[in-house]
């Protein structure tokens, strides 16, 4: 059985920092690219990072140079770290794992709010 779990949310000021975790169980983690999105009220889910199999990583232009998104296979985790946050981070952020050869699986969200 395959499990995505996402933990780490919260509320933070504007400025602060935040990190969530993910931890996938069932998979061979390792061959997936991990990514996270996002979804606010009222907007569609969007890709946020993602970090393929080989350490490539891929962020949306909104997140640049605040975000940063890594993985360690020996803890099936994959990690996002945000920094300078603003209140228009607020949403509620989901892990996924992806392969071409297998559907992709989600883990239920964690909410961040960032507000004063």
């Known amino acids: 059985q395959v499990q995505v779990v996402e933990s780490g949310g919260g509320l933070v000021q504007p400025g602060g920092s935040l990190r969530l975790s993910c931890t996938a169980s069932?998979?061979?983690?390792?061959?997936?690219?991990m990514g996270w999105y996002r979804q606010a009220p009222g907007e569609q889910r969007e890709l946020v990072a993602s970090?393929?199999?080989?350490?490539?990583?891929h962020y949306a232009d909104s997140v640049k140079g605040r975000f940063t998104i890594s993985r360690d296979n020996t803890k099936n985790t994959v990690y996002l770290q945000m920094n300078s946050l603003k209140p228009e981070d607020t949403a509620v952020y989901y892990c996924?794992?992806?392969?071409?050869?297998?559907?992709?699986?989600w883990g239920q969200g964690t909410q961040v709010t960032v507000s004063s």
């Open positions: 996924n794992a992806d392969h071409p050869r297998t559907i992709d699986y």
């Open positions: 069932g998979i061979i983690f390792s061959i997936y690219t």
């Open positions: 970090i393929t199999m080989y350490g490539a990583t």
